[in-house]
DNA sequence: CACCCTTGTGAATCAGTCT
DNA sequence: GAGACTGATTCACAAGGGT
């Protein structure tokens, strides 16, 4: 089977997750949702992170000891899971007003570079039934790359399919994990924060491929890891309580990946690039040929080497077309146009002609990874 | 005429906020508002897919060498709000993921209490040109008493009568302030990142009383002021360049204060939209699941990014209908069936049902001003 | 006057590849 | 690694002009 560091793909480890991460090698993980607690305080009781109570009154403890002990832990594991996440990865991290903005502040301090902010908007949240504040009724995700310069892989033009062709937004309705898909033990609720499938989907199918190793340092009912199996992704969870971890193994047993077919990108394929001398080459257009702008105001003539020339100026379709419109740059293929039987085509039009000739189908799967330059 | 310490009440003063606040007295302010500058941290110049360039925020007041000055700015602020506040006030920030987790971490270590964070969801954001992240369709909004103990200002049965007798919740839909609302001198903006107003007449609303004394230290055009003194709140705004002092009084000058505390805005009820995704996502249409045209001749897949495959073609359930009836566009919801029990059965009566069971208490989404200013 | 089409614009951390 | 070159990329409104 196999192995990453000491530790079994697709399995489920108990144990503290800042051990555990230290055993994982550097820039081993593409993708990491962390679901941390959220040091919050309940019935009068304060839990520290590693769930030791805490005497409010006996133990000298006020704000400032808990934040900084809350803050000193996050340090810890978000440090570790910068190490193992590739230069290629991003991190997903999961919160409320409670701790999120410490989370989120720790991670700019750690390099980490803020993709976007994302809120779950829960559809049909608990109302707040003393009517003291407005009703909470959203969490917040903070999606990071490893730094500013790296690159991450990002679906774009999935995303935007999957929403009705506009582009998805920072704001998703996805409704609290309720029914069937909430794991009971004995009638009771077998963990107290089980998030949603519906916004695991989302998170895996926008931020990482198929075969990729994403990793949940606070696996819990193991949301993470289901969807991540389902999706044909490798996995790695890890959790403090045994409990958990039966949990989540039993539930992972039942899951049936998707067949790979349904899976791939198949929106963001990429034809093969053609330049614009192979249209010259295979005789899309001629060499000699004038080409025209759409109001047929700016003529071009095509010389052999796929330059045009223009009055004294001699270069590339798009910077001719700059060159016109007084711009930096310009895309030269939505800009000329041939004649053909006195109809004016454009050469978009030819270029996919020439791939529909000589490429056909299928490309090759691409997925768009984004590259930040200096 | 009435002073709080050296200032005039009801007044825009022109200078540091810093040095303003402290001319304050302790404990005098009932309510603060503070929209800081947000540390963007842009780079270059960015154009649109039109090659017209986006004019951004690009001004010296939101320059910041570094994390490690921004902090320090905000730490000297924000105590000082923290001082002049009364014990019975409460703060509200604006941010967004740029600064609002500093800040947030920055007012938990100073003792404020966070109540919520609210997010101001935009309707009409600016898109992502480049299909690079999400859409950031939002800003967030942090809501804090002085401490823990201290008890606050909070008319939840006015903002729920406001709400149509529906809790009012911390999504909050507004639309950027545009049209005859935006300030232009000289048919520029006046300022890059004027707030809407209807904005700040919700959080006057819910979280003052009338006569209160509302202090907003980063005043800029005005909004909280001109607000304020429509709802017969006092105000004080500080503001470092004297233009914007200038923009806020012609402003202010205008503002006719309500004879009665009527409702401005109306709040419109409507059900959030549900993508192809989501139903993907709750397993109403299954991975891999044929979708039918009304008369079965038509069939395609659906793939996991909420695509459908017919033939070579991977579009949105949109286009490959369009692409099937030879038009440019078409609504894939009304041209696709899946079969249930041998049945056909409308994809978009799926979508009603997922509403119906999602979003059972509706959402009150767009609000518009039904009343001007005279 | 109603309707349609074009143009402009808003707190934005906004490109990828090859030489 | 820097620089040159190619060519991919947008949503909701408001305002104004034309039919």
Known sequence: MEKIGDFQINSIVQGDCVE??????????????????????????LFRPNQTKVDAVN?????????????????????????VLKSTGSIWVIGSYHNIFRIGKIMQDLGFWILNDIIWIKTNPMPNFKGTRFNNAHETLIWASKSEKSSYTFHYKSMKTFNDDLQMRSDWYIPICQGEERIKVNGKKAHSTQKPEELLFRIILSTSNINDLILDPFSGSG????????LKRKFLGFERELFYVQVANERLNKIIPLAEPVLEYKIERRKPKVPFGSLIEKGFVEIGEVLYSKNGLHQAVVLADGSLQYGDL????????????????YNGWSFWYVKRNGILQSIDDLRNLYSEKYFGTPFKIHSKTISKTA
Chains 1, 2 share one sequence.
């Open 20 to 45: 555990l991460l230290k055993k994982l090698p550097n820039n081993s993980v593409d993708l990491i949702f962390a679901d941390p607690p959220y040091n919050l305080q309940l019935n009068g009781e």
């Open 314 to 329: 001699v270069a590339s379709i798009h910077k001719v077309s700059a060159f016109i419109l007084g711009k930096e740059n």
């Open 59 to 83: 133990d000298g403890w006020d704000k400032f000891d808990s934040f900084e002990s809350y803050d000193k832990f996050c340090l810890q594991w978000l440090s570790e899971c910068r190490r």
């Open 223 to 230: 949301t993470t890891a289901a969807v991540a199996k389902r």
